[in-house]
C-alpha cells in the first residue's frame, strides 16, 4: 500500500518525501481534533468495577521507625575501603 501511494505522488524524491510527511501530520492532526474527541466519551476509561476499600484511620497508617543498619564503614583513609582494582600505593588511593 505504501508502495503504490509512493508511486503516486508526484516529483523527485524530496518532493515526495515533503508530500508524504504533510499528509502524516495532517492525518495525525484530524485523529487527534477531531476523530478522538468524538470517541472518547465512547471508550470505557472511567467505567472502574473494582471496589476501593475503605480507608484506615490514620494512627493505624503509621509505622514502626526501621532498625538502623549495623553493618560499620570503613574508615576514611583505609585501603578497605579502595576497590580491588586499585592498588595501594596509586594516586587513585590518596
Not at 509512493?6 to 492532526?29: E, S
Not at 485523529?31 to 467505567?47: G, K, R, S, T
Amino acid at each position: 500500500m505504501y508502495a503504490a501511494l509512493w508511486r503516486r505522488l508526484p516529483g523527485n524524491v524530496a518532493a515526495k518525501l515533503a508530500m508524504a510527511a504533510t499528509m502524516l501530520v495532517a492525518i495525525l492532526a484530524v485523529l487527534f481534533f477531531v476523530v478522538f474527541p468524538i470517541v472518547e466519551p465512547m471508550l470505557p476509561w472511567n467505567d472502574v468495577t473494582v471496589d476501593t476499600p475503605p480507608v484506615p484511620a490514620v494512627a493505624s497508617t503509621l509505622a514502626t521507625p526501621s532498625p538502623t543498619p549495623t553493618a560499620s564503614l570503613p574508615a576514611a583513609g583505609s585501603s578497605a575501603s579502595l576497590p580491588a582494582s586499585v592498588p595501594a600505593g596509586s594516586p587513585a588511593s590518596s
